[in-house]
């Protein structure tokens, strides 16, 4: 592996190991020509996948360039990034699986729209900002809507068991804290 610092050819692994969820391998490598210090990971890769654009053109998926998007949607909020690891892992799985090497950036960034959806609410709006190219204040008005849909169906679904019994509130399920009112 080239050494990033002075591009000698000769690197050293000093240690490897999984990564948390076991998706990659993270390996610590120290360049001896110049003694610098870097980590690399290699992951498994099932199938060379193509990104189809709106354009047209092919090019090769890079889940580098997905998690920097992800990353700037998440800029300044506090989600753990073993979390975010965990949802591009999935995402990227998920194309894996699908049997078709040829993937549209069109069913990309619905995937990474229902995963931020999952971790964080603003995240969500931002990349669906970019990714819809919202044009107006509609627009958001919009995806935030989407975001209360969900509830709104839960909801419905309190009122038709007869709402809370004994004037206690039903546990909640598992999942993202309910939003507040105001």
Do not use: H, W
Request: net charge positive.
């Amino acid at each position: 592996m080239r050494c990033p610092y002075c591009g000698g050819l000769d690197t050293q692994v000093r240690d490897s190991r999984p990564t948390e969820d076991n998706t990659a391998i993270r390996r610590r490598r120290i360049c001896p020509d110049c003694g610098g210090r870097f980590t690399t990971f290699e992951r498994v890769q099932l199938r060379e996948l193509m990104v189809l654009k709106r354009s047209g053109r092919r090019v090769p998926f890079d889940r580098d360039k997905l998690a920097r998007s992800v990353d700037v949607a998440l800029r300044k909020r506090p989600v753990d990034g073993e979390r975010v690891e965990r949802m591009l892992s999935g995402i990227v799985r998920q194309l894996e699986s699908m049997g078709d090497s040829d993937i549209t950036s069109q069913t990309i960034g619905e995937m990474v729209m229902e995963g931020l959806k999952q971790l964080d609410d603003v995240a969500y709006v931002r990349f669906a900002s970019v990714y819809r190219n919202f044009r107006e204040a509609k627009d958001f008005e919009n995806a935030l809507a989407e975001l209360s849909q969900p509830e709104l169906a839960q909801s419905d679904d309190v009122k038709a068991e007869g709402g809370a019994e004994g004037g206690r509130d039903k546990p909640k399920a598992a999942g993202k804290p309910p939003r507040s009112a105001e």
